[in-house]
């Protein structure tokens, strides 16, 4: 399985503020998810980015609010923008490449307060 | 559009017990099928999945699950629980084809007790 850094792992933030969540696998990947898990909640998926496109994001999620960046296929950043209190979430990226019929794998997550 | 219920949102047993964690999904098309579990301030760790084939996938730490097409469920179960199986267990279904995008249930605690 590849290994993936996700960065910060966590940080506490001021309202109104914006953060940058960085993604980096060891390996090249096909496609990036992001994923959100709000607190005692299960994980939400935010978008998915492939290299070279724009990321494809789901319902209830902007690209103003959570806009993401794959310049290559070992990287990928989300940010999330003007945060409030109920962007406080653990936030995972998710990688995954052919073959697709395999298990999903995860950072270990950034963990968001606002306050 | 897939959807995946988790029945139970908190689950106590105790130590040396048997339990059934039960997933039940809805999908229009073909799925894949996972269990994943979250310890506390933890990533997530995948127990076992079911792609194709036999329907009794066996995973890590002693689980298994069965997925049952008729009944559209993926219960997890383990014949004898132990104290450090105390977490969060997550089922996750994923598209066969396309998007391959996971959607999660909301998450069963087991909590064993001594």
């Known amino acids: 399985s590849a290994v993936i850094s996700q960065k910060p792992s966590r940080d506490i933030c001021q309202r109104g503020t914006s953060l940058t969540i960085q993604c980096q696998v060891d390996s090249q990947v096909t496609m990036m998810f992001w994923y959100r898990q709000q607190p005692g909640q299960s994980l939400t998926l935010i978008a998915t980015?492939?290299?070279?496109?724009?990321?494809?994001?789901e319902s209830g999620f902007v690209i103003d609010k959570f806009p993401i960046s794959r310049p290559n296929l070992t990287f990928s950043t989300l940010t999330v923008s003007n945060m409030s209190p109920e962007d406080s979430s653990i936030y995972l990226c998710?990688?995954?490449?052919?073959?697709?019929?395999?298990?999903?794998?995860f950072g270990q997550g950034t963990r968001l307060t606002v306050v | 559009a897939q959807s995946v219920t988790q029945l139970d949102s908190q689950v106590p047993v105790f130590e040396e017990a048997p339990v059934e964690l039960r997933c039940n999904y809805s999908s229009s098309v073909s799925v894949y099928l996972f269990w994943y579990v979250q310890y506390p301030n933890q990533g997530l760790q995948l127990l076992l999945k079911y792609l194709s084939g036999s329907t009794l996938v066996k995973g890590i730490n002693g689980f298994e699950a069965e997925f049952n097409k008729s009944q559209t469920s993926f219960h997890l179960r383990k014949p004898s629980v132990h104290i450090s199986d105390t977490a969060e267990y997550f089922c996750a279904v994923s598209e066969s084809s396309g998007t391959y995008k996971y959607i999660f249930g909301t998450g069963t605690r087991l909590k064993v007790l001594a």
């Open positions: 998710s990688p995954k490449s052919p073959p697709m019929n395999t298990e999903a794998f």
């Open positions: 980015a492939n290299q070279g496109s724009e990321a494809t994001y």
